[in-house]
């Protein structure tokens, strides 16, 4: 029991929660209820049942990027969070590379499959070259300025993104209406699609960032180069108030223009736990100066991050 404890602990289970109910969320509250899918592909399954092996593909994917994240971190997070220790405490090395080996394999086998009954080979030459970024990551990229962090904010998106090229659509004809057998407005799931992703890539660059600071005692130890360390804390604080004050704001009008559409209700929602959140973290960001006061608006940006994610739902509802 305590090695599958162990197990779930390493793969970080609460975060691949996390990205299967945003894919799900996304599949079925924008793409699917909104606009609509052919429920065949060619005749060789339902678009739900491929579904749900793409989201299975997503979460082996990024469960073997935590492993071989934590593989190569053992000794900063030593440092960092020594009671998150997993890797040769509770599991051996050579155990945890072959999960991470296998994950990864079965995350890209899925995606092959995918590929070949949707026609989309976007998704296995993107989720191939997810995997080798993680294992980058892990090496080089992380410990270097702000190529990390904007890799992993990438890769938060991607989960969004690759539901628009499953759906069918592609961006060489999102202006007009899909040829193939498919039927959804391109023009419309671009918007979307766009919306969601870039709220999640600046919340994921914002967190990456912060955290950096939070960790930066064991970072600076082994000769990382991230952006507390080569620029300094008020220059770091700096560049992302930058960007939270680049979200509220076009938060603002993307809530105004939703609340002029007669989207009232996903306009009050998203105001009172999306943008008026962030604004308060904006004002606690100035604030902080411990390591524990970064952990705790981390933590806050992943509840407003689920918070935004969490307004698909109103899709539902036929006012929106």
Request: proline share 2%; hydrophobic share 55%.
């Given at each position: 029991m305590k090695l599958i404890a162990a197990f779930f602990q390493l793969i970080r289970w609460p975060n691949l929660f996390f990205i299967a109910l945003t894919q799900s969320l996304f599949y079925y509250a924008v793409v699917k209820n909104v606009y609509g899918t052919s429920s065949q592909v060619s005749g060789l399954g339902t678009m739900d049942f491929l579904f749900a092996w793409l989201v299975l593909a997503s979460v082996c994917i990024a469960a073997a990027g935590y492993i071989i994240n934590d593989y190569f971190d053992r000794q900063i997070d030593a440092i960092n969070?020594?009671?998150?220790?997993?890797?040769?405490?509770?599991?051996?090395?050579?155990?945890?590379?072959?999960?991470?080996?296998?994950?990864?394999?079965?995350?890209?086998?899925?995606?092959?499959?995918?590929?070949?009954?949707?026609?989309?080979?976007?998704?296995?030459?993107?989720?191939?070259?997810?995997?080798?970024?993680?294992?980058?990551?892990?090496t080089r990229f992380k410990k270097k300025l702000l190529t990390g962090n904007l890799l992993i904010a990438a890769l938060t998106a991607w989960v969004i993104v690759v539901l628009y090229f499953f759906s069918g659509a592609s961006l060489i004809n999102y202006k007009g209406w899909n040829p193939g057998h498919h039927s959804l407005n391109n023009a419309q799931l671009y918007k979307f699609t766009f919306l969601y992703a870039g709220f999640a890539f600046i919340i994921s660059l914002i967190r990456e960032v912060i955290k950096d600071i939070e960790d930066m005692q064991g970072d600076a130890q082994y000769a990382s180069r991230t952006m507390p360390i080569?620029?300094?804390?008020?220059?770091?604080?700096?560049?992302?108030?930058?960007?939270?004050?680049?979200?509220?704001?076009?938060l603002f009008i993307i809530l105004l223009y939703a609340w002029q559409s007669g989207w009232w209700a996903i306009a009050v929602y998203s105001t009172c736990v999306v943008l008026l959140p962030l604004v308060y973290l904006l004002w606690q960001l100035h604030r902080a100066s411990l390591p524990a006061d970064y952990h705790r608006l981390s933590n806050l940006l992943k509840w407003i991050m689920l918070a935004g994610i969490l307004s698909m739902l109103f899709f539902f509802l036929p006012n929106r």
């Amino acid at each position: 029991m305590k090695l599958i404890a162990a197990f779930f602990q390493l793969i970080r289970w609460p975060n691949l929660f996390f990205i299967a109910l945003t894919q799900s969320l996304f599949y079925y509250a924008v793409v699917k209820n909104v606009y609509g899918t052919s429920s065949q592909v060619s005749g060789l399954g339902t678009m739900d049942f491929l579904f749900a092996w793409l989201v299975l593909a997503s979460v082996c994917i990024a469960a073997a990027g935590y492993i071989i994240n934590d593989y190569f971190d053992r000794q900063i997070d030593a440092i960092n969070k020594p009671d998150r220790i997993v890797i040769d405490r509770h599991v051996k090395r050579r155990w945890a590379i072959v999960w991470h080996l296998s994950l990864s394999a079965l995350g890209i086998l899925i995606s092959a499959w995918v590929s070949y009954r949707t026609d989309k080979w976007v998704i296995l030459f993107a989720n191939t070259f997810s995997v080798m970024l993680l294992w980058v990551y892990s090496t080089r990229f992380k410990k270097k300025l702000l190529t990390g962090n904007l890799l992993i904010a990438a890769l938060t998106a991607w989960v969004i993104v690759v539901l628009y090229f499953f759906s069918g659509a592609s961006l060489i004809n999102y202006k007009g209406w899909n040829p193939g057998h498919h039927s959804l407005n391109n023009a419309q799931l671009y918007k979307f699609t766009f919306l969601y992703a870039g709220f999640a890539f600046i919340i994921s660059l914002i967190r990456e960032v912060i955290k950096d600071i939070e960790d930066m005692q064991g970072d600076a130890q082994y000769a990382s180069r991230t952006m507390p360390i080569v620029w300094g804390i008020p220059v770091t604080k700096m560049f992302t108030a930058v960007w939270m004050v680049v979200c509220i704001a076009a938060l603002f009008i993307i809530l105004l223009y939703a609340w002029q559409s007669g989207w009232w209700a996903i306009a009050v929602y998203s105001t009172c736990v999306v943008l008026l959140p962030l604004v308060y973290l904006l004002w606690q960001l100035h604030r902080a100066s411990l390591p524990a006061d970064y952990h705790r608006l981390s933590n806050l940006l992943k509840w407003i991050m689920l918070a935004g994610i969490l307004s698909m739902l109103f899709f539902f509802l036929p006012n929106r």
